[in-house]
């Protein structure tokens, strides 16, 4: 029989918010402008933000180091352009990913002239410092997350994953109506669910999209819903 414990619910109206003439984000974690002493990260999770940018627009030429950034598209199409000399389309069901080591410039835009992109960006700390820089992009098929686990991005890239320098394993899944879905959790691992979309239970407890919960478990992760949903999960060392 399955035990788990929320120990902590993020609800998604209390995240932070930036919005500006072409950007529309929500902040899981601490971020920019936005700070709360009680939202800094969860192990080495430091950042789950929400994006949708307007057509034609984005995030111009900047950098990073020493961070893994992950990008799952949702909606749309998110053009990407580094100083590794990447150019491409990032496309819902894809995973993207840049191990920003000891520096890198990327720009993202919206690749669309009339429809926007929705689109979260999620960082975390490598484990270790000054890696060379690289970039990764692999497409899953949609069928894989069907009422199942599909592992988008994993520590040793199996599973044709993209690779993640990092104790985390990193799944979707599409929730099917009425058709529970059961994670086999590890002792002395610690998870993050995020919701992407729809209603899901757990723990007794209902979630709605934009919910970040921390939680534990001791054998098993147990999830329902009733309209279906899709979320993400991180397993985490």
């Not at 035990?3 to 109206?13: A, I, K, P």
């Not at 994006?51 to 749309?76: C, K």
């Not at 690289?134 to 069928?143: G, I, L, M, S, V």
Request: aromatic share 8%.
């Amino acid at each position: 029989m399955s035990t788990q414990t929320l120990n902590r619910l993020h609800e998604s109206d209390l995240r932070g918010h930036t919005q500006i003439g072409w950007l529309d984000s929500y902040h899981t974690f601490s971020f920019g402008e936005f700070r709360d002493p009680e939202r800094m990260g969860f192990r080495t999770l430091r950042v789950i933000n929400e994006d949708r940018v307007i057509p034609g627009a984005g995030f111009g030429t900047h950098s990073h180091r020493d961070m893994e950034i992950l990008t799952y598209v949702l909606s749309g199409a998110l053009e990407h352009k580094d100083s590794l000399g990447t150019g491409s389309l990032i496309l819902p069901g894809e995973a993207q990913i840049m191990s920003a080591g000891t520096g890198l410039t990327h720009s993202e835009f919206n690749a669309s002239q009339s429809e926007p992109v929705h689109f979260l960006q999620i960082w975390i700390l490598p484990n270790q410092a000054s890696l060379p820089p690289r970039y990764e992009q692999k497409a899953f098929a949609t069928a894989g997350k069907l009422g199942q686990w599909q592992l988008i991005a994993a520590k040793d890239g199996r599973a044709d994953a993209v690779k993640i320098f990092q104790d985390v394993d990193i799944y979707t899944a599409q929730l099917i109506a009425g058709q529970p879905l059961v994670y086999p959790a590890q002792p002395g691992r610690y998870f993050w669910l995020q919701v992407i979309s729809g209603i899901i239970m757990l723990a007794a407890e209902t979630l709605h999209a934009g919910d970040g919960v921390q939680l534990s478990a001791d054998n098993a992760l147990s999830l329902s819903s009733d309209v279906g949903g899709e979320i993400l999960l991180f397993d985490l060392g």
